[in-house]
């Protein structure tokens, strides 16, 4: 028999296939992928790896079934296959809570007038720095646990809660370690310009040379975050404050990306496309200018429609000119206990059609290839091609569409990480 026109043999690697020599761990077939025609394909995968994505035939399958163990080939029957979902921006390790300011926006008060009033970010700060790194431990387990149980394979946790040397190393530290106890991939973000702490006030640039001199390099050496964040804002820093932490960034070696143009447009945007950085996030009040900057950078426009929902925002990104520039659009749940504590990936996609005019597919693209590119995993993750992660979930869906149009059920079938079914 032959796979793809290449015998299949047994081999004294157990009870493996070898295509091209090459020992198989396990076959997925019958699959429908999203990216692909309607026809069914077979996905094989070896070491955690995709190895190959081949069409179905009855040869194949005869050829598979007679080399591997019965347990190693998963019959998809016809399900729809995709990239594992990445979930490219979130706030997920903190402590406490904000229901109050829930309440206070209800009648009226903006997220900036309460942050003013010490409440938004500071009231986090406050529980954050008082828990234990167990107790963040604790609590952020079952957070990431509910995106796995979504079909994420990738998620992004950015510290920016502490604002001080000890507590943004804990929830570095707290984040890392989520990784090697849960079936997911973490990518770690140190935003210690989220705001101002109050042992600053009034001192901005004492704290950003705090942050370049101390806590930055601290991160840096101790390898716990792959790339460094700010909020470039009024109510956060300001372009030449955000300026000189990716300096810092840049000699450490790690990439930037930033929280701009939320509220208002100061070229935060423009400053992390000159960094050629990873992402641009949030975006809402970007201008043509710092599109087309994006669009040379290669930096990708992460949308959060969470917080433009919760926030009860009215002001939308340019999603037009950002496709007129051919910047790729990211979907995240910028899950945070304020502006967005809404945990599901899917009714990101889901609001980023309804809300921002996106189609189902530029929003699964958004939790996929693009996500993987907005955090520089683009060569890794994201997509269903041989060498990549075999990172995939299979859906009990009759189109691909339907995760962004239906969320009344799980329709997730079976998600694969690193090649491992769970």
């Known amino acids: 028999m032959a796979v793809n026109g290449v015998p299949a043999t047994g081999s004294s690697d157990g009870d493996n296939t070898r295509i091209n020599n090459v020992p198989i761990d396990r076959a997925w077939i019958n699959a429908r992928l999203s990216d692909r025609d309607d026809q069914l394909y077979i996905i094989l995968t070896r070491s955690g790896l995709i190895h190959d994505v081949i069409p179905s035939s009855a040869e194949t399958v005869?050829?598979?079934?007679?080399?591997?163990?019965?347990?190693?080939?998963?019959?998809?029957?016809?399900?729809?296959?995709t990239p594992g979902?990445?979930?490219?921006?979130?706030?997920?390790?903190?402590?406490?809570?904000?229901?109050?300011?829930?309440?206070?926006?209800?009648?009226?008060?903006?997220?900036?007038?309460?942050?003013?009033?010490g409440g938004g970010i500071m009231a986090t700060v406050q529980q954050t720095r008082k828990a234990s790194f167990d107790e963040l431990l604790k609590l952020s387990m079952p957070r990431v646990q509910a995106l796995i149980?979504?079909?994420?394979?990738?998620?992004?946790?950015?510290?920016?809660?502490?604002?001080?040397?000890?507590?943004?190393?804990?929830?570095?530290?707290?984040?890392?370690?989520?990784?090697?106890?849960?079936?997911?991939?973490?990518?770690?973000?140190?935003?210690?310009?989220?705001?101002?702490?109050?042992?600053?006030?009034?001192?901005?640039?004492?704290?950003?040379?705090?942050?370049?001199?101390?806590?930055?390099?601290?991160?840096?050496?101790?390898?716990?975050?792959?790339?460094v964040d700010m909020f470039c804002e009024g109510i956060g820093f300001s372009v030449e404050q955000c300026r000189r932490l990716f300096e810092v960034a840049a000699k450490h070696g790690l990439p930037v990306k930033g929280h701009t143009e939320q509220l208002s447009c100061l070229g935060?945007?423009?400053?992390?496309?000159?960094?050629?950085?990873?992402?641009?996030?949030?975006l809402e009040y970007l201008d043509e200018a710092g599109?087309?900057?994006?669009?040379?950078?290669?930096t990708v426009a992460v949308l959060l429609p969470g917080a433009f929902y919760y926030l009860r925002e009215t002001k939308l990104p340019p999603i037009e000119l950002?496709?007129?520039?051919?910047?790729?659009?990211?979907?995240?749940?910028?899950?945070?206990?304020?502006?967005?504590?809404?945990?599901?990936?899917?009714?990101?996609?889901?609001?980023?059609?309804?809300?921002?005019?996106?189609?189902?597919?530029?929003?699964?693209?958004?939790?996929?290839?693009?996500?993987?590119?907005?955090?520089?995993?683009?060569?890794?993750?994201?997509?269903?091609?041989?060498?990549?992660?075999?990172?995939?979930?299979?859906?009990?869906?009759?189109?691909?569409?339907?995760?962004?149009?239906e969320l009344a059920v799980n329709t997730l079938h079976q998600r694969v990480f690193a090649g491992e079914p769970g």
Not at 268 to 282: I, N, P, W, Y
Request: charged share 20%.
């Open 268 to 282: 935060g945007t423009r400053l992390v496309s000159e960094f050629k950085g990873l992402s641009a996030d949030h």
């Open 291 to 298: 599109v087309k900057a994006m669009a040379q950078a290669g």
């Open 62 to 81: 005869a050829a598979l079934q007679s080399s591997l163990n019965a347990a190693s080939i998963i019959d998809v029957a016809g399900g729809w296959v």
């Open 149 to 227: 149980d979504q079909g994420v394979t990738t998620v992004e946790i950015k510290s920016g809660y502490g604002l001080e040397l000890e507590t943004e190393l804990k929830m570095l530290r707290a984040a890392r370690e989520l990784e090697s106890r849960l079936p997911v991939r973490v990518s770690t973000t140190f935003l210690g310009a989220h705001a101002l702490p109050p042992e600053y006030h009034n001192n901005a640039d004492g704290y950003i040379d705090f942050l370049c001199r101390e806590v930055l390099p601290a991160v840096a050496t101790e390898q716990l975050a792959d790339a």
């Open 85 to 117: 979902l990445i979930d490219c921006h979130t706030h997920l390790v903190f402590a406490g809570h904000r229901a109050n300011e829930f309440e206070q926006r209800l009648q009226g008060v903006s997220y900036e007038t309460i942050a003013r009033q």
């Open 322 to 405: 950002l496709r007129q520039y051919g910047v790729p659009m990211a979907i995240a749940t910028d899950f945070n206990p304020g502006s967005s504590p809404l945990l599901s990936l899917r009714l990101m996609m889901n609001m980023a059609c309804v809300l921002f005019g996106l189609t189902p597919d530029e929003a699964l693209k958004g939790v996929t290839v693009n996500a993987a590119q907005a955090l520089g995993l683009q060569d890794m993750t994201g997509k269903l091609l041989p060498g990549m992660q075999a990172d995939f979930c299979v859906w009990n869906i009759s189109c691909p569409a339907e995760l962004a149009s």
